[in-house]
């Protein structure tokens, strides 16, 4: 990772102030190094220290003192040996600071390489980062112009589903409406077609009814025909007597044959149209069967049709999961792409950090060369004050040489001195023990000069000269002295700032080595950064390559399910068209069947108009009926009355019994003949007709006998005149008939 900018100041602020203190101690004169321990920085050889460094601080000049005794030779020969130690760590130190500018350059160039190495990598990674950008951004269109066609896509399948949801409540409601009208149209189907059943339930059992009555009344007629029978044979002998009457009785018998046979057409119109009512009603049923039927293929087009619509709502609802699904999908790779496009701004935030922190760098790097180069003007600058500093000495040496061969003879030990002094330009303590030493010694040649001179001063004339003389080198003695240690106070005030410069020198080197340092972790960690940012970037496009051949793909598999539910929705319209077709059929059948229902309905009155017809035709049927009844009673009564005279008549036939055997033998075999005839013609009204009367097999019977009597006309006589018999007493029944009414 890289280092947070607040760290990086606080580092140039622990230099600055590093800086500062170094160069505080140089003008207090402090010879103290403060080095910052650092973690990764290199520290320098301590070869590469100056040797400046080790040397003791100078201590007080020594005191002047006037040695009066005499120098010796060696004195001389060491002053001239002593000179030279001395310009030889300067060169050394001259060298030394050369060689640590060099390495000073050399690191700066290697810090300059470096940096443009750094700059390389960045605008590498600043054209990889464009070049990422411009693939990022057709990415994003590429998103952009698929999440438009999703989009699109989308608010086609809404359109789409809310079209055919729309298409399908509104099928659904008018399929349900029309089912609701199929439904209460069936229940008034189905109540009047109860009340129908019950009319033709209470028809048919007002039409068993009447047969009973019938075959009642016609077991009453042949019960009356039995008793005629046995009748004509007493009223054959009142024949003569009433034949006027029989002429009246045969006019009114055919006028009632005819109503009755008028009657008779008319109950067999109406027979034939309760037929007709019976077969429509027949034929209703059969309607009303049918109708149930197609209700039952309606109901079941109704439950495959809900089938279909759940169906297609289940469909639906998975093409809503998949919506989602895909749409989720679109959420995590927007996620995604947003997560990547975090990661990307930090890098960028990354990048912008490593750029200030490369720039603050460059600028230390520039105020370090700058330094390095003002540090280099004053190194040339102290150098030169080094080297007149060195000039000024090697005059001064060799001034001080030549006062000291002057003063070889009276100053050897203070030669001795000088020369510790020299050679404590490389060890200062012991210079300035010797000066002590010698400090002392002067004093004691002083002590003993001085004894000398109170010995002789028989000799002071003498020495006058040569005190003055002493005096005067003395003093120049001393001026020297002084000039030395004055040249001595700036070389070591040089030596104290060569050493504050190298100390300068060792902490900005120490401080270039830590940023060289530094700058090669930052670049290394840059390397390893971009290493793994574009292995980084590398495995996020090929997984951005990857979401958007995912997305592509199902993209197509969205455009193939859509193409798929455009299909299914087109299935959908034609099988709702269908259901509307089958709708349209059902409905015409519906409004078939709801006119043959009103054809039904109407036959239905008129079959109960004709039941009522019929129920009046059965109440006038009954009143005869009760009428017949009564006049078969008022025949009881004459049939006693007629035995009454039978009885009386019954002398009188006495005598015709004997010619009546024959004639009874063929009437009862007349009789037979008719009963027969009878019972055919009885059968023939059963098959014919549902319901008749007792007048309609009087008026069959008499219709049959008179047809019979013309027919007849070929056969034989007595067959005739069995036949005029038959029909003779069948008018004389109806005219008794007449007569009870």
Same mark, same amino acid.
């Given at each position: 990772?890289?280092?947070?900018?607040?760290?990086?100041?606080?580092?140039?602020?622990?230099?600055?102030?590093?800086?500062?203190?170094?160069?505080?101690?140089?003008?207090?004169?402090?010879?103290?190094?403060?080095?910052?321990?650092?973690?990764?920085?290199?520290?320098?050889?301590?070869?590469?220290?100056?040797?400046?460094?080790?040397?003791?601080?100078?201590?007080? %000049?020594?005191?002047?003192?006037?040695?009066?005794?005499?120098?010796?030779?060696?004195?001389?020969?060491?002053?001239?040996?002593?000179?030279?130690?001395?310009?030889?760590?300067?060169?050394?130190?001259?060298?030394?600071?050369?060689?640590?500018?060099?390495?000073?350059?050399?690191?700066?160039?290697?810090?300059?390489?470096?940096?443009?190495?750094?700059?390389?990598?960045?605008?590498?990674?600043?054209?990889?980062?464009?070049?990422?950008?411009?693939?990022?951004?057709?990415?994003?269109?590429?998103?952009?112009?698929?999440?438009?066609?999703?989009?699109?896509?989308?608010?086609?399948?809404?359109?789409?589903?809310?079209?055919?949801?729309?298409?399908?409540?509104?099928?659904?409601?008018?399929?349900?409406?029309?089912?609701?009208?199929?439904?209460?149209?069936?229940?008034?189907?189905?109540?009047?077609?109860?009340?129908?059943?019950?009319?033709?339930?209470?028809?048919?059992?007002?039409?068993?009814?009447?047969?009973?009555?019938? *075959?009642?009344?016609?077991?009453?007629?042949?019960?009356?025909?039995?008793?005629?029978?046995?009748?004509?044979?007493?009223?054959?002998? #009142?024949?003569?007597?009433?034949?006027?009457?029989?002429?009246?009785?045969?006019?009114?018998?055919?006028?009632?044959?005819?109503?009755?046979?008028?009657?008779?057409?008319?109950?067999?119109?109406?027979?034939?149209?309760?037929?007709?009512?019976?077969?429509? #009603?027949?034929?209703?049923?059969?309607?009303?069967?049918?109708?149930?039927?197609?209700?039952?293929?309606?109901?079941?087009?109704?439950?495959?049709?809900?089938?279909?619509?759940?169906?297609?709502?289940?469909?639906?609802?998975?093409?809503?999961?998949?919506?989602?699904?895909?749409?989720?999908?679109?959420?995590?790779?927007?996620?995604?792409?947003?997560?990547?496009?975090?990661?990307?701004?930090?890098?960028?935030? #990354?990048?912008?950090?490593?750029?200030?922190?490369?720039?603050?760098?460059?600028?230390?790097?520039?105020?370090?060369?700058?330094?390095?180069?003002?540090?280099?003007? +004053?190194?040339?600058?102290?150098?030169?004050?080094?080297?007149?500093?060195?000039?000024?000495?090697?005059?001064?040496?060799?001034?001080?040489?030549?006062?000291?061969?002057?003063?070889?003879?009276? *100053?050897?030990?203070?030669?001795?001195?000088?020369?510790?002094?020299?050679?404590?330009?490389?060890?200062?303590?012991?210079?300035?023990?010797?000066?002590?030493?010698?400090?002392?010694?002067?004093?004691?040649?002083?002590?003993?000069?001085?004894?000398?001179?109170?010995?002789?001063?028989?000799?002071?004339?003498?020495?006058?000269?040569?005190?003055?003389?002493?005096?005067?080198?003395?003093?120049?003695?001393?001026?020297?002295?002084?000039?030395?240690?004055?040249?001595?106070?700036?070389?070591?005030?040089?030596?104290?700032?060569?050493?504050?410069?190298?100390?300068?020198?060792?902490?900005?080197? +120490?401080?270039?080595?830590?940023?060289?340092?530094?700058?090669?972790?930052?670049?290394?960690?840059?390397?390893?950064?971009?290493?793994?940012?574009?292995?980084?970037?590398?495995?996020?496009?090929?997984?951005?390559?990857?979401?958007?051949?995912?997305?592509?793909?199902?993209?197509?598999?969205?455009?193939?399910?859509?193409?798929?539910?455009?299909?299914?929705? =087109?299935?959908?319209?034609?099988?709702?068209?269908?259901?509307?077709?089958?709708?349209?059929?059902?409905?015409?059948?519906?409004?078939?069947?709801?006119?043959?229902?009103?054809?039904?309905?109407?036959?239905?009155?008129?079959?109960?108009?004709?039941?009522?017809?019929?129920?009046?035709?059965?109440?006038?049927?009954?009143?005869?009926?009760?009428?017949?009844?009564?006049?078969?009673?008022?025949? =009881?009564?004459?049939?006693?009355?007629?035995?009454?005279?039978?009885?009386?008549?019954?002398?009188?036939?006495?005598? %015709?019994?004997?010619?009546?055997?024959?004639?009874?033998?063929?009437?009862?075999?007349?009789?037979?003949?008719?009963?027969?005839?009878?019972?055919?013609?009885? +059968?023939?009204?059963?098959?014919? *007709?549902?319901?008749?009367?007792?007048?309609?097999?009087?008026?069959?019977?008499?219709?049959?006998?008179?047809?019979?009597?013309?027919?007849?006309?070929?056969?034989?006589?007595?067959? %005739?005149?069995?036949?005029? %018999?038959?029909?003779?007493?069948?008018?004389?029944?109806?005219?008794?008939?007449?007569?009870?009414?």
């Amino acid at each position: 990772m890289l280092p947070s900018k607040p760290n990086s100041d606080t580092n140039f602020w622990n230099r600055s102030a590093i800086f500062e203190a170094s160069n505080n101690k140089s003008a207090q004169g402090t010879v103290k190094v403060s080095r910052t321990s650092r973690t990764g920085s290199t520290k320098p050889d301590a070869g590469s220290t100056s040797p400046m460094a080790k040397q003791p601080s100078p201590m007080s %000049k020594p005191r002047a003192s006037v040695d009066r005794s005499p120098r010796s030779a060696e004195s001389k020969t060491a002053n001239k040996n002593s000179t030279t130690p001395d310009k030889l760590p300067r060169a050394a130190k001259g060298l030394e600071m050369q060689e640590k500018l060099h390495a000073v350059e050399k690191d700066l160039k290697k810090a300059r390489d470096q940096l443009a190495s750094v700059e390389l990598e960045k605008i590498k990674a600043v054209e990889e980062l464009n070049e990422a950008k411009h693939q990022l951004q057709q990415a994003t269109e590429a998103q952009r112009r698929a999440e438009e066609s999703l989009e699109m896509e989308k608010l086609r399948a809404s359109e789409l589903e809310k079209s055919g949801e729309d298409a399908s409540m509104k099928r659904e409601e008018e399929l349900q409406k029309e089912i609701e009208g199929l439904r209460s149209r069936q229940t008034l189907d189905a109540s009047a077609m109860s009340s129908m059943a019950q009319e033709l339930e209470r028809i048919k059992a007002e039409l068993v009814d009447a047969t009973n009555a019938r *075959e009642l009344a016609l077991t009453q007629a042949d019960d009356a025909k039995r008793t005629a029978e046995l009748l004509s044979e007493e009223v054959g002998r #009142l024949k003569a007597s009433q034949d006027s009457k029989l002429d009246d009785a045969n006019k009114e018998a055919t006028e009632m044959i005819q109503k009755m046979d008028a009657e008779v057409s008319a109950m067999q119109l109406e027979l034939g149209r309760a037929k007709a009512a019976e077969e429509k #009603l027949a034929q209703m049923e059969a309607l009303v069967e049918k109708l149930q039927i197609e209700v039952a293929d309606a109901r079941k087009g109704k439950s495959d049709a809900s089938e279909l619509v759940d169906e297609w709502s289940k469909k639906t609802e998975m093409l809503k999961a998949d919506l989602e699904e895909a749409y989720q999908s679109e959420k995590s790779a927007s996620d995604s792409l947003a997560a990547m496009m975090v990661q990307l701004e930090e890098s960028k935030s #990354l990048f912008e950090d490593a750029e200030y922190e490369i720039s603050t760098l460059r600028g230390k790097i520039k105020s370090l060369e700058i330094e390095v180069a003002k540090q280099k003007t +004053d190194l040339e600058e102290s150098d030169r004050q080094l080297d007149s500093a060195q000039q000024d000495a090697v005059n001064i040496g060799k001034t001080v040489e030549l006062l000291k061969l002057e003063l070889q003879t009276l *100053e050897e030990e203070k030669l001795q001195a000088v020369n510790r002094e020299k050679v404590a330009a490389a060890k200062v303590e012991s210079l300035t023990e010797e000066n002590d030493k010698l400090i002392n010694e002067l004093k004691i040649s002083k002590d003993e000069g001085e004894k000398a001179s109170k010995a002789m001063e028989g000799f002071a004339s003498a020495l006058q000269a040569l005190s003055k003389e002493a005096r005067d080198k003395e003093e120049r003695l001393l001026r020297t002295e002084a000039e030395v240690e004055e040249a001595q106070a700036e070389i070591e005030q040089l030596n104290i700032a060569l050493r504050n410069t190298e100390e300068r020198y060792e902490v900005m080197l +120490d401080e270039a080595r830590y940023d060289i340092v530094c700058l090669k972790k930052i670049v290394e960690r840059f390397e390893a950064e971009a290493s793994k940012s574009s292995s980084e970037w590398t495995a996020k496009e090929l997984n951005f390559v990857d979401t958007i051949k995912e997305l592509e793909e199902e993209i197509g598999a969205m455009k193939v399910e859509m193409a798929r539910m455009v299909e299914l929705q =087109r299935a959908t319209e034609q099988a709702t068209q269908e259901a509307k077709a089958h709708a349209a059929e059902t409905m015409t059948k519906l409004r078939q069947a709801e006119t043959g229902a009103m054809c039904a309905y109407g036959a239905a009155e008129e079959s109960k108009h004709e039941s009522l017809r019929l129920r009046e035709a059965l109440l006038d049927k009954e009143t005869e009926r009760q009428s017949i009844a009564q006049e078969n009673d008022d025949l =009881r009564g004459q049939e006693a009355a007629a035995l009454q005279k039978a009885s009386v008549l019954l002398t009188q036939a006495t005598a %015709k019994k004997v010619e009546d055997q024959h004639l009874k033998g063929n009437e009862e075999a007349d009789v037979a003949s008719d009963r027969d005839h009878e019972e055919e013609s009885i +059968d023939g009204d059963d098959d014919d *007709e549902d319901m008749g009367s007792i007048t309609d097999g009087s008026s069959i019977n008499l219709t049959d006998g008179t047809n019979g009597s013309t027919d007849d006309g070929t056969a034989s006589s007595p067959a %005739k005149q069995q036949q005029r %018999k038959k029909a003779l007493l069948h008018k004389f029944g109806n005219l008794l008939k007449n007569k009870n009414f």
